[in-house]
């Protein structure tokens, strides 16, 4: 047998544990994925959002019927949100990292695949038409959603997170959600009570906006 060809034997011989010892260094991907791609159901998702389940209490209660809250409540939209974001968003209130005392013990009440069914519900749903064009918004506002401001490092909000309506990806939430909602979330970015960021990015650059920024961009997105 020559050295070449006994060479190649050797290394198809290895192949299986090669296999077994590379599949070590694979990722599992996030259980709120894993919760998605498990079942396409939205039925369960519409049931528990209009009645709830145990101390998970409807979600209507707060967030409106569809998902969109009253106008001048300090409570997100969840109407037309991708599934991925919402589908996080609470299997991080139901293990803790996103702190929230309200939420959590909802999350907590909800089974994965509940939860899947529920994201799924309100990325179903429609946004309802817009019959005038949005505000201009404050000036300040507009910079850091459209610009940034180089002098401080931050860049351009609409960059990440695309468009006001949709969003710029699936766990890059849309902006246009209520001023209150907002402001209260850049405070708790910059204070680390809110910690479910990616690479502390958020939390970072909240920490460079003044509280007259934080309330701009919210003032700003609260008109889309």
């Known amino acids: 047998m020559s050295r070449a060809i006994a060479i190649a034997f050797l290394s198809l011989a290895a192949m299986p544990d090669m296999l077994a010892r590379s599949s070590e260094f694979e990722v599992a ?3 709120w994925q894993v919760a998605l791609a498990a079942s396409k159901d ?6 528990i959002a209009a009645q709830g389940k ?3 209490i409807a979600c209507a209660g707060c967030h409106g019927a569809n998902g969109m809250p009253a106008s001048g409540t300090p409570f997100p939209r969840l109407t037309g949100v991708p599934v991925e974001y919402v589908a996080k968003q609470l299997f991080d209130y139901r293990d ?10 909802i999350a907590k ?6 939860i899947g069914s529920l994201a799924r519900y309100y990325a179903s749903q429609e946004l309802p038409a817009k019959n005038t ?10 910079q850091l959603a459209r610009y940034g401001d180089n002098a401080l490092a931050i860049p351009a909000c609409g960059d990440c997170h695309g468009s006001d309506d949709t969003g710029g990806g699936p766990i890059l939430p849309p902006l246009a959600q209520p001023a209150a909602y907002t402001s209260a979330q850049l405070q708790a970015f910059r204070t680390g009570e809110r910690r479910n960021d990616a690479d502390r990015v958020m939390r970072e650059l909240a920490k460079r906006l003044s509280d007259a920024d934080m309330q701009a961009l919210a003032d700003y997105y609260a008109g889309r």
């Open 29 to 31: 991907p996030p259980v």
């Open 42 to 47: 939205m039925d369960t998702g519409k049931l």
């Open 54 to 56: 145990g101390a998970a």
């Open 96 to 105: 803790g990292s996103r702190p929230n005392a309200v939420m959590a013990p």
């Open 109 to 114: 009440a909800l089974g994965d695949s509940e």
């Open 133 to 142: 064009p949005p505000a201009a918004g404050p000036t300040r506002g507009r």
